[in-house]
């Protein structure tokens, strides 16, 4: 049995599952080079809501923060979260657009690409394999770990071996609710090593306050690589912790082969920060607490803070309940598509809208007639035809691959984007959040002119008072 491997989170999943992917890239840099140290099997550092919250909080180019991690980490490989043909985006991209970002992602210092589609429609990853295979990069293909009916071990492993025979060179159980349990993971483990020749990973919150013995359970079962946070910024809504994890390993044939002293570096880098983060109020203790609710309710805790962000934003937050209650009912009549991003929020915010109006699918949201249309792809369970026409009136079902209705887009943006370009990565960001990023450039493009303007009056010999 070889040593489990780790894959340290705290620098994307971690942060953004208990601060709202806040944590800045100078917050980053002083501890790159003791993490490189550690003997991770990889970093996650970059993808999921990294890319929009660099542009749209922070005021940071996300591709100059993945140059920067490159810099300072030289031994480790470098992770990222991809949502197939979303990219990290909420909507699908034409293959132009998909192909180039995993291209400009591998060139500017990503090795691993874990790679998942929120309905487990498998064509929707096809385009981001095949680019990631063509750079020369890491395939990790995941699987959106959910339960109902069709979530059998048999689907999860099955599916696993489409992956597999579609090119991917690893498969993640990606449990973005922490739902998995311990046992079910012993099991879930052993049918996918039965299946596939490729090394598995898991991918677990510690939300419902399973994660560490569904994580221990999976070794025991032969998962090859763990993901785990550093304990300042593990437990709650994000992973468990990589010392404790490491800890319980050692000495025995599972052991990581990390040293716990390189990690209380570590540990002790991101202490002070994490008390910055509390008493700023960035970070919610409420995020922290366990919430057994997650294996009845399977909300995952991003989607239970907009559902909450929601109602008291209409004066209900009385209605909680109510609405978590909703959602499995509404997730039902949609075709049980596991509540990951973007259908996560789909859901949720019909299940909000059905709860506010007193009365179901009274007012549907364009999103949810999208996803009962198949504009996302096929639901992992058939759609009740009377409702997808309740849903969607005479409009036509989509059945093809939803990518193969989206014409090519690069040139098109290129033209848009060029008053604004200063690299070319800059098209993808444009073209993940059009709005967001136009703003970003217009700063970007204040502070070059009063830096220049600044510079000017010092070779002048003028001093601003």
Known sequence: MAQVKITETVLRDSHQSLIATRMTTEEMVPILAEMDKV????????GGATFDSCLRFLDEDPWQRLRTIRDNVKNTKLQMLFRGQNILGYRHYADDVVAYFVQKSIANGIDILRIFDALNDARNLQTAINATKKEGGHVQAAISYTTGPTFSNEYFAKYSKQLEEM??????????????????AYDLVKAIKETVKIPVQLHT???????????????????????TAISPMALGTSQPATEAIVSALAGTEFDTGLDLGQLDKICRYFTPLRERYLSSGLLDPKVLKVDVNALLYQVPGGMLSNLVSQLKQAGKSDLLQ??????????????????????????G???????????????????????????????????????????????????????????????????????????????????????????????????????DAANADKALGIHSV
């Open 167 to 184: 090119g991917a060179d690893s498969i993640c159980i990606k449990d973005m609710s922490g739902l998995l349990k311990p046992y079910d």
């Open 322 to 347: 109510d609405v978590l209650a909703e959602v499995p009912r509404v997730r039902a009549d949609a075709g049980y598509p596991p509540l990951v991003t973007p259908s996560s929020q789909i859901v």
């Open 349 to 451: 915010t019909q299940a909000v809208f059905n709860v506010l109006n007193g009365q179901r699918y009274k007012m549907v949201t364009k999103e949810f007639k999208a996803l009962v249309r198949g504009e996302y792809g096929t639901t992992p369970v058939a759609i009740d035809p009377a409702f997808k026409k309740q849903i969607i009136g005479e409009a036509e079902a989509i059945t093809c691959r939803p990518a193969d209705n989206i014409a090519p887009e690069l040139d098109a943006l290129r033209e848009k984007i060029k008053p604004y370009a200063e690299q070319e990565e800059d098209v993808l960001s444009y073209a993940l959040f059009e709005q967001v990023a136009t703003k970003f450039f217009e700063n970007r493009k204040n502070k070059k002119y009063q830096l």
């Open 39 to 46: 003997g991770y099997h990889s970093l996650e550092a970059w």
């Open 205 to 227: 919150h510690y939300t419902s306050g399973l994660a560490s013995m569904t994580i221990l359970k999976a070794v025991e079962a032969g998962v090859d690589v763990v993901d």
